[in-house]
């Protein structure tokens, strides 16, 4: 396992809700209650996990990008960090209403961004007044605090991960209209229904938070490195093959370039044979 009961239990991941804001379907999730406080069973959620981790790796793997969600404050840093660390695409400002459902309009967004970068460095930006100069800064650094995370995503997400869905009741929705799998750190007061790899846990305590990131983080850079050394051995495989086959080619080339050669002296003959014969003949006309 990647991660141990101790540490899960270190890291304040097991506090719930209080009984009373307690969702029924974390039901199977809750371990007990003490104080009026519901506590998180610790073994399954170190189970979710390692299964969470383990689809997020072979994502990570297969070349396909994963998009981090966490807008709360105690999550922001954390998931801002590691998304860098793993060059995955992440939102930890606001969620714009359609940013999955609408992608190609936030495309257009991050597009501007790109315009006005060529702007400042083309000289265009020099030769207007210093009005419009600061509505476009003031635009530029608006869609930078927004969209700057997701510059690089080109195209839809292949797993949503969020760190509250109950906070992120947006994202989780317009992932499920997609059919985009959603991966989420659910506390006891929210609906994990709707989340396709539930990860039970406090997602209020900082701490609890960095600890599933981190792990979630370590499985995705393993599985980032297997796909290069999958390449590596694919191109190794490939220059093999093509130096194994390069005599092979050579000797077809010389057959064909026979072959080819052959054709043509055939062709000049096959002309030059009539005009022979039309010159002896008119020779011997000659003669006669």
Request: net charge positive.
């Given at each position: 396992m990647r991660t141990t009961f101790d540490q899960l239990l270190e890291a304040g991941c097991h506090f719930g809700h209080l009984k009373r804001k307690w969702n029924p379907a974390m039901a199977p999730y809750i371990y007990m209650e003490r104080n009026g406080i519901h506590i998180i069973?610790?073994?399954?959620?170190?189970?979710?996990?390692?299964?969470?981790?383990?689809?997020?790796?072979?994502?990570?793997?297969?070349?396909?990008?994963?998009?981090?969600?966490?807008?709360?404050?105690?999550?922001?840093?954390?998931?801002?960090?590691?998304?860098?660390?793993?060059?995955?695409?992440?939102?930890?400002?606001?969620?714009?209403?359609?940013?999955?459902?609408?992608?190609p309009t936030i495309?257009?967004?991050?597009?501007?961004?790109?315009?006005?970068d060529k702007m400042m460095q083309d000289g265009t930006f020099d030769n207007i007044s210093k009005r419009e100069k600061l509505q476009i800064t003031r635009q530029r650094e608006k869609l930078e605090k927004n969209l700057g995370s997701i510059a690089d995503l080109t195209r839809l997400p292949s797993a949503v991960f969020v760190v509250d869905v109950m906070k992120e009741h947006i994202a989780v929705a317009e992932a499920n209209r997609l059919g985009i799998p959603v991966f989420g750190i659910v506390d006891t007061n929210s609906n994990p229904n709707n989340i396709d790899f539930v990860i039970p846990a406090n997602d209020d305590a900082t701490k609890s938070i960095e600890l599933i990131i981190s792990t979630v983080a370590e499985a995705v850079k393993e599985g980032l490195e297997e796909r290069k050394v999958e390449k590596a051995d694919e191109e190794a495989a490939a220059q093999q093959e093509?130096?194994?086959?390069?005599?092979?080619?050579?000797?077809?080339?010389?057959?064909?370039?026979?072959?080819?050669?052959?054709?043509?002296?055939e062709k000049v003959a096959s002309v030059e044979a009539p005009a022979e014969e039309e010159k002896t003949e008119e020779k011997a006309e000659e003669k006669a």
């Open positions: 069973d610790l073994n399954k959620t170190a189970v979710k996990l390692d299964e969470a981790a383990e689809a997020l790796k072979n994502i990570a793997r297969s070349g396909r990008k994963i998009l981090f969600v966490a807008t709360k404050k105690q999550g922001q840093y954390i998931v801002a960090e590691k998304a860098k660390e793993m060059n995955m695409p992440y939102i930890t400002e606001r969620w714009a209403g359609g940013m999955l459902t609408n992608f495309r257009k967004a991050i597009k501007k961004m790109a315009t006005i093509a130096q194994e086959d390069a005599p092979a080619h050579k000797e077809r080339r010389q057959r064909v370039k026979k072959t080819t050669e052959k054709k043509e002296a």
